[in-house]
């Protein structure tokens, strides 16, 4: 639910990344397609150049607000002076109508996730939270008042041949093993989420520099 909570969120961020799912088709000539996920790290935007790929809130009239990932095709200045870029996508090679200035730019784009943005969009929806979270919560909770033995040999049920309070009664027996398990999970989780940050941190700084070899 975090996790989802954080997509598509310009205010959200994780270590100076930001995630955000493709709508459409206009990059798909040459980097990404609509359904994909893509990842931007926030940048100074006095540092990009033409040909970098930044996400940027449109101040466009048919999409305004909206977070638009495009390519830089050049640096200019609006009429009244303030700097500037001219996006494009690189399907139709169309400039964007308005022009793109410092205030209004996320981020710039570092990889792109194929069909990941497609599952979480999915999943925000009503059949989506049915199917990935309430039914496995269900499951989860009348497993736990079913026979231990019914769910070692037939395994979980959302009907089960014989209900059973074994499980709570162990709970409140022995409350130091459910604390322990805790314990366990909470380390697990720490220690994996960080390990997965900082490796993706690491892939991201390299694919963002152009001048690293083997890019």
Known sequence: VVSVNTFNRADRDIFGYKAFVVLSDS??????????????????????????IITYQSQNSHNY??????????????????????TYGTTTDT???AI??????????????PKVGTFFTF???????????????LLLLIGS??????????????????????AYKY???YPKTIIDGYKVTIFTTLVTTAGSLFLTALTGYALSRQDFRSR
């Open 27 to 52: 990059m798909s000539k040459t980097d990404f397609s609509a359904g994909d996920l893509v990842l931007i790290r926030e940048i100074d935007p006095s540092t990009l150049q033409a040909g970098d």
């Open 65 to 86: 607000g909206e977070n638009v990932t495009h390519k830089i095709r050049s640096l200019t200045v609006t009429p009244d002076g303030a700097p500037g870029f001219i």
């Open 95 to 97: 400039d964007d109508e």
């Open 100 to 113: 793109v200035t410092y205030p209004y730019v996320q981020g710039k784009y570092v990889m792109a996730l």
């Open 123 to 137: 999943l925000r929806t009503p059949q989506g939270y049915i199917l990935f979270i309430l039914i496995p919560f």
């Open 145 to 166: 008042f079913t026979d231990n033995t019914e769910v070692l040999v037939k395994g979980y049920s959302f009907i089960p041949e014989k209900w059973s309070l074994d």
């Open 171 to 173: 709970i409140f027996a």
